[in-house]
């Protein structure tokens, strides 16, 4: 089945630590999205992707960085940077500008 | 800017009763518009999209939406709400940014169908 996978479900950082979320899609989709989620705010866009080997910050792309080098991955990496880093992270995909998104089904991370 | 809002944090809906999620949109240009719906510890679902056509949009799972564009509202409904239907529904814009594609998600409306 095709989708969207997003790894690991659950995530503990140690202050001072940077760690990965990983998204993959079997989609064939051009563009790539993350978001942060926290309760009462909806979804923050923190980095998208049209194309491979290009990304735009997002409005809340403090602390974090990504990577497209292939068309069907696109990992986040929150730096020690992000001074408040619990949240729950939605990773999306989509085909064209007027389609919809298909999401992940999420990871959530905390810190220890 | 694009924008969308969600008026209210919660709506409670006895079971069978007919429900309205409401969101307004400010964009500049014509509006595509989005319903998702998220379960809890889950990612979002697609439900419907209002691109351009008919102003009632029809979609997943029973719902439908009303495309208003002198009131700029997109407010999602249901005939006959189910307690399955309990979940937190967000509404959504496209932005176009410098050529760049992506959605503006309103806070979010929690549904509670109540038995």
């Known amino acids: 089945d095709g989708g969207i996978t997003q790894s690991p479900k659950y995530l503990f950082r140690k202050e001072g630590q940077n760690v990965t979320l990983s998204c993959e899609q079997n989609l064939n989709h051009d563009a790539m999205y993350w978001y942060r989620q926290d309760p009462g705010q909806g979804l923050r866009l923190i980095y998208y992707s049209q194309i491979v080997n290009d990304f735009q910050k997002g409005d809340i792309a403090e602390g974090y960085s990504v990577s497209r080098e292939k068309k069907e991955s696109f990992p986040l990496t929150v730096t020690s940077a992000q001074k408040n880093p619990t949240a729950f992270y939605l990773c999306?995909?989509?085909?064209?500008?007027?389609?919809?998104?298909?999401f992940g089904s999420g990871t959530r991370l905390t810190v220890v | 800017a694009q924008s969308v809002a969600q008026p209210e944090d919660q709506v409670n809906v006895a079971e069978g009763n007919p429900l309205t999620v409401k969101c307004t949109y400010s964009?500049?240009?014509?509006?595509?518009l989005f319903w998702y719906v998220q379960y809890p510890n889950r990612g979002l679902q697609f439900l419907l999209k209002?691109?351009?056509?008919?102003?009632l949009v029809k979609g997943s799972y029973g719902f439908e939406a009303e495309f208003n564009k002198s009131q700029t509202s997109f407010h999602l409904k249901k005939p006959s709400a189910l307690v399955s239907d309990s979940a937190l529904y967000f509404c959504a814009v496209r932005d176009r940014d410098g050529g760049y594609n992506k959605l503006i998600f309103g806070a979010g409306t929690r549904l509670a169908v109540h038995p």
């Open positions: 209002y691109i351009t056509g008919d102003n």
């Open positions: 999306a995909s989509s085909m064209d500008r007027v389609d919809g998104y298909t």
């Open positions: 964009v500049s240009g014509n509006p595509y």
